[in-house]
């Protein structure tokens, strides 16, 4: 039944994509080109992974604050390839209060000017540093072909700042926040991530060094899912951030800045879901097990509401479904289509019997248990459901990783999708001569010790070994 409401993933994977997002009642397409409302299954959702992600933050050591969402102009102009590399993206504000701003303030699309900025009045001696602030705000940027959660003019975001007395503590912390990506994603959102270094022409305009958690979705496309940038010195020379060290010298600090975004609920869409709908890992399921009450008698109501006292008992998040108005069928799709990891099903019947249904949402199965073991079965099943997402997210991404050692059966292996690990030079101009001959892009660099003596594009002496793919 569940089949007809979307569109098989193999038929039209994005249409089925378009679908989960609508049927799960996840999000819908803001009145302004490009803009999303996150509805409230959606928004519960990214609050889970919200409480998760700041709880992550704030134990290394970084502290919440808010920044204004209009800055002006001229602060993105003081870092050359930061304004260069943002400019086609901005929204721009040049009149307010029906008068000519004397100075355009751009929308807010990441905040390292106005941190910098702050960071130079706030930064005056060695015993001030490091200094970790992070941000939970919404961003604008300027799509040109916007997709709800992967690509949206404004969207929802987490944008970490820090600045350290050395480049190498700028180094460590841009690792430690790659690292706490990685286990965030592999332990809260079941996904299974590589980690790597972007190459320069994926590069954050105006960092050193940019590192990336790069997912692999069900249709074969690459999906960056979180970044985390060393800046150098390179703010703190454009906003003058300068502090005292131990010898009374004047040094320039060092920067990093690193974000996830809603995209994140994008990236679990596509790895988790199938032609039934959401399959939510339990740690962000707002309900993780719900009731289905199948009929109006008082002993099922009683039944179902023993279970569910029980399963919050034990710091389960269960809900009651007790619409018996709505047929048990409609019920039952409604919450596939959902992703709840597990059901309950409550009957007279059941009753009689002594024993509960219990579905799987990850697999399907459905398995007996005692009236006054349900509870415990149940919850039981939560850890096992995030371990087995895990697991296979893990190998389809190994599955559809191949290696590959010229152009031609590169250019062949992307079409057909999937991730694929080749030698590079890194020389200039190869990374636009294999998006002219692929389509694709290098995902990340994986390690300097080359696969093979010679460059997939180019054929020169290679450098690095790659991740290459199509993205979102």
């Not at 920044?67 to 307010?96: D, Q």
């Not at 912390?173 to 592999?186: D, H, I, P, Q, S």
Request: aromatic share 8%.
């Amino acid at each position: 039944m569940a089949k007809a409401v979307l569109t098989p993933q193999a038929e039209n994977f994005p249409a089925w994509y378009q679908d989960v997002v609508a049927r799960a009642e996840l999000a819908e397409n803001g009145p302004a080109r490009g803009t999303m409302v996150i509805r409230p299954w959606g928004y519960a959702i990214w609050e889970l992974m919200q409480a998760d992600m700041d709880r992550r933050i704030k134990a290394t050591g970084a502290q919440n604050v808010a920044f204004p969402m209009f800055i002006p102009m001229s602060f993105l102009e003081k870092e050359k390839e930061h304004v260069e590399g943002f400019s086609p993206e901005l929204a721009v504000v040049t009149h307010g209060g029906g008068q000519e701003l004397t100075e355009p303030l751009v929308v807010r699309p990441t905040s390292e000017t106005v941190i910098n900025h702050y960071f130079a009045r706030w930064v005056q001696s060695h015993r001030d540093l490091p200094m970790m602030l992070n941000l939970w705000n919404n961003v604008v940027r300027w799509e040109l072909r916007p997709r709800l959660f992967l690509r949206t003019t404004e969207f929802l975001w987490q944008e970490g700042h820090t600045v350290h007395p050395t480049y190498a503590e700028a180094v460590e912390e841009t690792a430690r926040m790659l690292e706490v990506y990685r286990r965030f994603m592999a332990e809260t959102l079941a996904i299974s991530v590589v980690v790597g270094e972007k190459s320069p022409g994926e590069r954050f305009a105006g960092a050193d060094h940019t590192f990336t958690c790069e997912a692999l979705m069900r249709d074969g496309k690459a999906l960056q899912m979180g970044t985390s940038h060393n800046l150098g010195h390179n703010f703190a020379r454009a906003f003058d951030i300068r502090y005292l060290d131990a010898d009374g010298e004047r040094r320039h600090a060092a920067t990093t800045s690193w974000g996830t975004s809603t995209r994140m609920i994008g990236g679990m869409i596509m790895v988790h879901g199938d032609d039934h709908g959401l399959r939510l890992p339990p740690a962000i399921a707002p309900h993780q097990v719900v009731v289905l009450q199948l009929g109006d008698e008082d002993e099922v109501a009683a039944a179902a509401g023993r279970i569910a006292a029980e399963l919050r008992g034990a710091g389960v998040r269960v809900h009651v479904d007790a619409r018996t108005h709505t047929s048990f069928g409609r019920r039952s799709v409604d919450w596939e289509l959902k992703g709840v990891p597990v059901r309950i099903e409550l009957g007279a019947r059941e009753l009689a019997a002594g024993r509960a249904t219990i579905v799987r949402r990850d697999d399907r199965s459905r398995t007996g248990a005692p009236l006054d073991g349900a509870a415990r079965a149940a919850a039981g099943l939560l850890d096992e459901i995030q371990a087995a997402l895990l697991a296979q997210s893990r190998a389809f991404r190994e599955e559809h990783t191949h290696p590959v050692t010229d152009l031609a059966a590169l250019t062949d292996g992307v079409r057909r999708g999937g991730l694929f690990r080749a030698a590079w030079s890194g020389a200039e101009g190869s990374e636009e001569a294999l998006g002219a001959a692929t389509g694709a892009t290098i995902r990340c660099i994986v390690d300097d010790d080359p696969p093979a003596p010679a460059c997939v594009v180019t054929g020169e002496p290679a450098r690095y070994t790659v991740l290459i793919g199509r993205a979102y």
